[in-house]
């Protein structure tokens, strides 16, 4: 059983310009949740999709949005990167059921210059 | 609104000897709790939860857990370490409700380091 799959694995932007990644989840789940890890802020909490509808949002400016498709695949966007940007984005799924919990995949390694 | 505060950030132990991280939480809802594990340049890999029912958790790895209540603490354990072991955990609380959106909040984390 593939697990969560993120795409690309390391990116390098520069400041201003805006960057896309991907995510997909394990077949079968709906909800898939984007996290921000960063060494002075940790893990935050960015957004959560399920059916293609944004339930949940975390404290983040507009710069970051996301989306998700009918397959579920979940895509976030950042536009006018700021340097303050690089992170490790991290994608997890779940069945949205309570005893379930997430699974993670590896992420992807942002750095902006 | 829920926090989780790990009480340690950095904790060296010798191989084979018995470990224990720690993990308080708030919350003024119910919640789920979890510890995950991270490998360096990897992503994050479920140990063990805590739903309900018996408060000690037995996770992957030889790894435990024990939800206490009245101390809303959720402490992790191992009673003897190996190198491969070395990583960062964290423990994280969820709440559940139907029909409600989720998110996962994380501690700050805590370096297990085990030395030979």
């Known amino acids: 059983k593939a697990g969560v799959t993120q795409t690309p694995r390391y990116l390098i932007k520069t400041r201003g310009q805006q960057v896309t990644l991907s995510c997909s989840p394990i077949s079968g789940h709906r909800s898939v949740s984007w996290y921000q890890q960063t060494p002075g802020q940790g893990l935050q909490f960015l957004f959560e999709?399920?059916?293609?509808?944004?339930?949940n949002k975390g404290n983040f400016p507009g710069r970051f949005s996301g989306r998700q498709f009918s397959n579920s695949r979940s895509e976030m966007n950042v536009s006018t990167l700021e340097l303050g940007d690089s992170a490790l984005y991290l994608c997890?799924?779940?069945?949205?059921?309570?005893?379930?919990?997430?699974?993670f995949g590896s992420g992807t390694r942002l750095t902006v210059v | 609104a829920q926090s989780v505060t790990q009480l340690d950030s950095q904790v060296p132990v010798f191989e084979e000897a018995p470990v224990e991280l720690r993990c308080n939480y708030s919350s003024s809802v119910s919640v789920y709790l979890f510890w995950y594990v991270q490998y360096p340049n990897q992503g994050l890999q479920l140990l063990l939860k805590?739903?309900?029912?018996?408060?000690l958790v037995k996770g992957i790895n030889g790894f435990e857990a024990e939800f206490n209540k009245s101390q809303t603490s959720f402490h992790l354990r191992k009673p003897s370490v190996h190198i491969s072991d070395t990583a960062e955990y964290f423990c994280a609380v969820s709440s559940f409700s139907s029909g409600s959106a989720r998110q996962l909040t994380f501690g700050s984390g805590t370096q297990l380091t085990v030395l030979p």
């Open positions: 997890a799924s779940s069945l949205d059921r309570p005893s379930y919990g997430y699974t």
């Open positions: 999709y399920f059916s293609e509808t944004q339930r």
């Open positions: 805590y739903l309900s029912g018996s408060t």
